[in-house]
């Protein structure tokens, strides 16, 4: 008989430890925006443009040369991190400069690389 440590056995409903779950359970609203959030950590050219970012403000010009990608690529891909509110972007003269929204965000993505480093 194989063992599987994903299987419980046991029959017993633990009642107090189901009522906490429920209670601190985020709404479904949350859990699809939380989801959403998440999805856009799941692309690797995202992850270098916040990586990117994450050492300082850039142009799509410089992340384009950076990342040897095109600036259309780029545009695209900051186009979706800005609607999930993961980067920002200011106008400085000819050219709109990008850095990651704040420091929830940057902290995401550090706390991503040390777990992934350990």
């Known amino acids: 008989m194989e063992h599987n440590e994903f299987v419980c056995n046991c029959?017993?409903?633990h009642t107090e430890v189901l009522e906490h779950a429920l209670k601190e359970m985020p709404d479904?609203?949350?859990i699809y925006d939380l989801s959403d959030f998440f999805?856009?950590?799941g692309d690797s050219t995202r992850i270098k443009i916040m990586c990117a970012l994450?050492?300082?403000e850039m142009c799509v010009c410089d992340l384009a040369n950076l990342l040897n990608m095109t600036k259309s690529a780029i545009s695209h891909q900051l186009k979706s991190l800005k609607q999930c509110d993961l980067v920002k972007s200011r106008r400085e003269g000819k050219?709109?400069?990008y850095s990651l929204s704040d420091d929830?965000?940057?902290q995401i993505v550090e706390m991503g690389l040390d777990h992934i480093r350990e």
């Open 11 to 13: 029959e017993i409903i």
């Open 39 to 41: 999805k856009m950590f």
């Open 54 to 56: 994450d050492r300082g």
């Open 28 to 30: 479904e609203n949350e």
């Open 95 to 97: 050219s709109i400069i």
């Open 104 to 106: 929830h965000v940057k």
